[in-house]
């Protein structure tokens, strides 16, 4: 059954840093995957998905994710942190039960310290 | 731009006590779901609903029941509160079933079974 593993639930930058948030997944089959954030006190919000067009995912503020089938992983990325990407992030994987449900990480906790 | 919208934002509750959590999208989406996330453990789907009138048992369903009367409305009543009820509950909707399609997202209920 298609599950991820979000690996660390806090992530600690200095602004300007290199954000790499770790996401691996178990799938039979090729998977449908997905990055959202939750800033504080809000709804998740998505920033990128990945649905076998390209390897490499650009999402909106900067981020992008690649897939990397042989290591099973679709890390997050962002070349320079700022202060307003301090959120929690989630990994989810869309799963055939409950009407093609997403299942979701843990979560990670990303702190930008300035 | 509404999109979904959930109502109240926070709640207090004591034992025993039923309420009904509101939920409506303006998206005209076929699939509607109620998650609840909690601490460490990501986002568990309660119910779901593929359509007006076709609700379905997600993962943790009990002690929560749901209604699908139109499109738009997806409410979820709370029968008898209990404080393991103590969490922040998401609505959500997507457009179809299919695996690549994203979930949008409410701002939460905030809700605390005292």
């Known amino acids: 059954a298609q599950s991820v593993t979000q690996l660390g639930s806090h992530v600690s930058v200095s602004e300007g840093a290199l954000v790499l948030l770790r996401c691996n997944y178990s799938s039979s089959v090729p998977p449908y995957l997905f990055w959202y954030v939750q800033y504080p006190n809000q709804g998740l919000q998505l920033l990128l998905k990945?649905?076998?067009?390209?390897?490499l995912v650009k999402g909106i503020n900067g981020f992008e994710a690649e897939f990397k089938k042989s290591e099973t992983s679709f890390h997050l990325t962002k070349p320079s942190a700022h202060m307003s990407d301090a959120a929690e992030y989630f990994c989810a994987v869309a799963r055939m039960e409950y009407g093609n449900k997403l299942v979701f990480g843990a979560g990670t906790i990303l702190r930008v310290k300035s | 731009n509404a999109g979904v919208t959930q109502t109240p934002k926070f709640q207090v509750l004591k034992t025993g006590q039923s309420m009904t959590l509101q939920c409506a999208q303006d998206m005209n989406h076929e699939y509607m779901s109620w998650y609840r996330q909690d601490p460490g453990m990501g986002l568990r789907l309660i119910h779901y609903s593929v359509g007006a009138g076709i609700t379905d048992q997600g993962e943790v369903p009990n002690g929560y029941n749901v209604s699908r009367s139109t499109t738009e409305d997806f409410p979820l009543r709370l029968l008898s509160a209990a404080p393991s009820q103590t969490s922040v509950y998401f609505c959500a909707s997507r457009v179809g079933t299919a695996l690549n399609t994203e979930a949008f997202f409410g701002q939460g209920t905030r809700l605390t079974v005292v």
């Open positions: 990945y649905t076998s067009a390209a390897t």
